[in-house]
């Protein structure tokens, strides 16, 4: 009976000391375990998002180009002649403006026809009124000439210049660099055209009248002789004869 009771307490006494080994033998042996399928969705979605970010970094950038590229569309030409341009044409208005003895001036033009440039005259006044309205027309035309001549310097002096600023202006245009620098450049160029056909116009209508004054004075100095000639011919009812006493 003693030694059953020995063998017992033995065995109680080994099963206390194993039983804690035992239990944290589990938490001891545990090991990692790799997860394939987790890993490679983990590697997919890293791989979209730096897709994501890719694309958008490039649409950053586009837009930063688009941006870039409007600037440059709405930068100004730094070059303009439109300064000089109104210069050249006020000069140009100037001299049409100064046109001598008849004016550009539908009313001074109709009164002046009507004295100096009648349509008939009737009978020749005297022979200093005659002589001085002579004088007027001779001095319109010769006015009219000089006038023509001024608008012809006008514009010969301008072709210089015209010159200069078209060379500058095409420069300009071939390295603009934008669609405004361009338009602006092409709009200068018409202007400059504009310019030339504005001179181009002085010098024809400055001649036309030159032309239409001597003309004028060619017209009325011939109706001026008409005139003289049927004043000398009518001579009244002519001689007529009478009886003369000679001796008392």
Partial sequence: MKNTLTRKSAFLFGASLVLPFAASAPAQAQWAVYDAANHV???????????QVNQQAQSLLNEATMLEN?????????????????????????????????????????????????Q??????????MTAD????????????QDGLRAQTGAVQNLDATRSQIDSLVTSSQSAT?????????????????????????????MGRAQALDGARQVESEE??????????NYGAGYTPGTAQMFH
Avoid: H, K, M
């Fill in 41 to 51: 969705q983990n590697v997919l979605a890293a791989a979209r998002e730096l897709q």
């Fill in 70 to 118: 409007q600037a440059r569309n709405l930068a100004n030409l730094p070059l303009s002649v439109l300064s000089p341009l109104e210069q050249s044409l006020a000069q140009t208005e100037q001299i049409v403006g100064q046109a001598q003895g008849l004016s550009y001036n539908l009313t001074s033009i109709d009164q002046a026809f009507s004295q100096t440039y009648p």
């Fill in 120 to 129: 008939a005259l009737a009978s020749p006044g005297s022979a200093a009124r």
């Fill in 134 to 145: 002579a004088q007027t027309r001779w001095q319109n035309a010769r006015d009219g000439y």
């Fill in 178 to 206: 934008g669609a405004l620098q361009a338009a602006q450049s092409g709009n200068q160029l018409t202007a400059l055209q504009t310019r030339q056909l504005a001179d181009l116009t002085a010098v024809v209508t400055a």
């Fill in 224 to 233: 001026q002789g008409r005139a003289q000639l049927a004043n000398f011919l």
